[in-house]
């Protein structure tokens, strides 16, 4: 079975690159669709309290009968949880959902610099890594700003930051400030919806290749060395967006999906995100 490539957090711990997200998959679908993830040889599933189907994704790595330490699994903590004791209470209860003892990595979800509790939050972060709960931890959405912030005034550089990337809105300042950080960019909203999609530069370059533009754009991120994590409910897509080992963007072709970047932020902007 084709194994996805693993990447080095900043503590040692090896992360699947190519993962399966479930943000926007209803519970109901999730057990069929982590399952059928876990079966065509995903090792890395993304999950969040606010997908409201951490339950449904520690059902299916339960029935799928693998080792708890061959599944790598992330979660995130809800927006109204911030805060020291509040982020505690909230792990432990992603983890009752989940029905594990620990997370491979654990996440703020959002900064929410309006109610200026991130970096208290943390410092439950801190303490949940340092019982081994969480064997590491990042944050999502975070800015250059946030992520100074937070470095200056707690003890441990999260491992993560987890952001939207895609071809038209590539985040190469903020990748930079990871790199210089020792930070793993993770790439959410990875295909920009789709509309990214029908771009005639990843149409050209899909059609050179014999492949979809989505496995196109999923091997951009990966030689870009992003971590990403397309969803997908459908198992025909499900193991398509795995199947992008076998071939190689020259850089010729990854200039040219660089340069469609234009800023195309599709999600809220971190700092205007503060519920």
Same mark, same amino acid.
């Given at each position: ?7 080095? $957090? ?86 009752? =959902? ?8 654990? $996440? ?14 943390? =410092? ?82 899909? =059609? ?68």
């Amino acid at each position: 079975m084709t194994q996805s490539p693993t990447i080095s $957090l900043n503590n040692g711990v090896e992360i699947p690159q190519l993962g399966f997200g479930v943000f926007q998959i209803d519970p109901e679908d999730t057990v069929a669709a982590v399952g059928k993830a876990l079966d065509v040889g995903y090792r890395h599933i993304d999950t969040a309290a606010m997908y409201g189907n951490e339950k449904e994704v520690g059902q299916a790595i339960h029935d799928s009968g693998l080792a708890r330490d061959d599944v790598f699994v992330t979660s995130k903590l809800n927006n109204d949880a911030h805060g020291y004791d509040e982020a505690l209470a909230a792990f432990d209860a992603s983890l009752e =959902r989940l029905g594990l003892d620990h997370v491979d990595l654990y $996440l703020i979800h959002w900064p929410q610099p309006g109610n200026d509790r991130y970096v208290d939050t943390w =410092r439950a972060f801190e303490k949940i890594y340092a019982d081994g709960r969480a064997k590491s931890i990042g944050v999502s959405n975070f800015e250059p700003n946030h992520l100074h912030r937070l470095i200056a005034e707690t003890d441990v550089v999260p491992a993560v930051n987890q952001v939207e990337v895609h071809p038209t809105f590539t985040q190469d300042e903020l990748r930079a400030v990871h790199s210089d950080l020792g930070i793993v960019t993770e790439a959410w909203s990875p295909l920009g919806q789709a509309d990214d999609l029908d771009n005639d530069t990843v149409k050209r370059v899909a =059609r050179s290749r014999d492949k979809t533009t989505a496995q196109v754009v999923l091997r951009w991120h990966l030689q870009r060395g992003d971590v990403v994590f397309p969803k997908s409910v459908t198992p025909e897509r499900i193991e398509a967006n795995f199947d992008v080992f076998d071939f190689e963007l020259s850089s010729t072709d990854m200039a040219d999906i660089d340069a469609m970047d234009e800023g195309n932020r599709m999600g809220p902007h971190p700092d205007q995100m503060n519920t």
